[in-house]
């Protein structure tokens, strides 16, 4: 079982649509939370952070379920420039931990 | 846009060559990354360094060797390297916790594009 799952999609929507991403984690000892977006042949850009509590930024919205090592990412009011591979990463003491990725295609 | 910087930003090497990628990070950091990522896959992670020492290695074959100088630099040297090396090094810097050990958020440069020949 991979430590961190995600649906690699694509996910293809139309602008202003709203888009939910959910990836699961193994390690129950895992202490921090993150959503990444990279664009094609670029680095991982730090999108948000996920609390507990849940937390907004803007259009999207982070949440965590520790009970169920379930992480979600849901974008609002898609943009044509939120075309990217949405990477779940997960934090074990130093390291992190990358999902997969899931790749999101707005379309006009 | 991003505070950690990268050189070269390609390379193209033969498997005889030695060769040194470099990482800068302008935000007081304590903690230096290097990763490694195939086409079309996530990173994954090689070295940590810790307070300008090494704290993890993800058993890297010793063709690749890190080194810190100081606190913003972080350099990979390349010795004898295989075709299958190939791929997009990616270097990254967070804060770190002295007491728990708990790093934060990691900030990425725009890695190296490598090409083994």
């Known amino acids: 079982r991979k430590e961190v799952e995600q649906d690699p999609g694509p996910f293809n929507v139309p602008e202003g649509a709203t888009v939910a991403f959910n990836c699961t984690y193994s390690n129950s000892a895992s202490q921090s939370f993150f959503w990444y977006r990279q664009d094609c042949r670029k680095e991982p850009k730090l999108l948000m952070s996920v609390y507990s509590s849940g937390n907004e930024d803007g259009r999207f919205t982070a949440q965590l379920n520790r009970a169920s090592q379930y992480i979600s990412l849901l974008i609002r009011d898609s943009k044509l420039s939120d075309s990217a591979t949405y990477l779940c990463v997960v934090k074990v003491r130093r390291a992190l931990t990358f999902g997969s990725g899931t790749r999101l295609q707005v379309q006009p | 846009d991003t505070e950690v910087t990268q050189t070269p930003k390609h390379l193209v090497m033969g498997m005889t060559n030695k060769k040194s990628l470099k990482c800068e990070q302008h935000m007081g950091h304590r903690a230096m990354y290097w990763y490694k990522q195939k086409a079309k896959k996530p990173p994954e992670l090689m070295f940590v360094?810790?307070?300008?020492?090494?704290?993890i290695n993800e058993s890297v074959p010793s063709r690749f060797s890190p080194e810190c100088p100081n606190s913003s630099l972080l350099n990979l040297h390349l010795h004898a390297l295989q075709p299958e090396d190939s791929a997009l090094y990616l270097c990254?810097?967070?804060?770190?916790?002295?007491?728990?050990?708990?790093?934060?958020?990691?900030?990425f440069g725009p890695g190296t594009r490598l090409t083994v020949t």
């Open positions: 360094y810790s307070y300008e020492k090494l704290s």
């Open positions: 990254a810097s967070s804060q770190v916790g002295r007491t728990t050990g708990a790093a934060y958020e990691q900030y």
